[in-house]
């Protein structure tokens, strides 16, 4: 199609802004990735924008060999991996029935969920709940917590309510039981949101910060986001590899462990995502139409 001479500037027009705007959010990321792999010199020198200076792997050496990062990165993992699978399945068992025209009040029930998006409880009386609970210092105080987005779970109600109800009906014909149409019918045709909504739960908890703050007070139970800024606010990391941050090696800079702090933190996502990103766009699509 031939565009007019406005469009062609329009659409220039949103090229240039949109490379801007990509180029805003890249910069930082670019920064810090260099700043990790960049040697002492380079760094107290100012001499790294984009691009690594003296390439060097001293940075991850102390970090990973001379911190409680890998206990850190453990604890995120932990965190990570349950946490998803607990919410998924919540997620799961409160959307199916929510998304079935033959469920009792399921009218009310969602607009009691839709609720909880505007009202919740506040900040104390949800810390006096977990302490009444005897949650503090464990993860469940994190994955009880969250344990259902109301946002995810409308997601997936109005993506399984797009399944024909004839295919549930010529199967329950068949003989089969709800948790088998679920289980076998059903999940099996949501590839896309549940792969996109397994995505928005691990970021969440992968990046969970408040709550680990709030809620946990064990040392050896502190996630890596939770370190990464410790590390950020304070020279606790130096002191933790027993130097003095005016008395450092000439291999150790703040800048420097606290940059490669941050990629330890962030690389997984980064990793993850691209395979994920095939099913990120259509499962988001399919399950907001008519949301």
């Known amino acids: 199609m031939r565009l007019s001479r406005d469009e062609r500037v329009l659409s220039i027009i949103n090229y240039v802004a949109l490379t801007l705007i990509g180029l805003s959010c890249?910069?930082?990321?670019?920064?810090?990735?260099s700043v990790s792999f960049s040697g002492y010199n380079a760094i107290i020198t100012d001499q790294v924008t984009l691009w690594p200076v003296g390439i060097s792997w001293e940075n991850y050496d102390l970090l990973l060999q001379g911190t409680d990062v890998v206990r850190g990165f453990t604890n995120n993992v932990v965190i990570t991996v349950i946490g998803s699978a607990l919410s998924m399945l919540a997620t799961i068992l409160a959307a199916y029935p929510l998304s079935r025209s033959y469920c009792i009040g399921r009218k009310p029930i969602t607009m009691a969920i839709v609720f909880t998006m505007l009202f919740q409880g506040?900040?104390?009386?949800?810390f006096l709940l977990v302490k009444n609970l005897g949650l503090i210092d464990s993860y469940w105080s994190l994955w009880f917590l969250t344990l259902v987005?109301?946002?995810?779970?409308?997601?997936?109600?109005?993506?399984?309510?797009?399944?024909?109800?004839?295919?549930?009906?010529?199967?329950?014909?068949d003989g089969?039981?709800?948790?088998?149409?679920?289980?076998?019918?059903?999940?099996?045709?949501?590839?896309?949101?549940?792969?996109?909504?397994?995505?928005?739960y691990a970021v969440h908890y992968w990046n969970i910060f408040l709550g680990v703050l709030i809620y946990i007070?064990?040392?050896?139970?502190?996630?890596?986001?939770?370190?990464?800024?410790?590390?950020?606010?304070?020279?606790q990391l130096i002191a933790q590899l027993g130097k003095d941050a005016f008395d450092?090696?000439?291999?150790?800079?703040?800048?420097?462990?606290?940059?490669?702090?941050?990629m330890v933190l962030v690389a997984p996502l980064m990793i993850i995502y691209p395979f994920l990103q095939k099913y990120f766009v259509k499962g988001v699509m399919l399950g907001s139409v008519k949301g």
């Open 26 to 33: 890249l910069f930082p990321l670019m920064h810090i990735i």
């Open 122 to 126: 506040g900040l104390i009386p949800t």
């Open 149 to 173: 987005s109301a946002y995810n779970m409308l997601i997936m109600r109005t993506f399984f309510q797009q399944i024909p109800e004839e295919m549930i009906e010529s199967a329950r014909m």
């Open 176 to 200: 089969c039981s709800e948790w088998r149409i679920l289980f076998n019918m059903i999940l099996p045709l949501s590839k896309p949101v549940l792969a996109t909504l397994t995505l928005f």
């Open 217 to 235: 007070n064990d040392s050896d139970k502190k996630n890596l986001t939770v370190m990464v800024q410790q590390m950020i606010q304070s020279q």
């Open 248 to 262: 450092v090696n000439i291999n150790l800079t703040p800048e420097g462990i606290k940059s490669a702090g941050i």
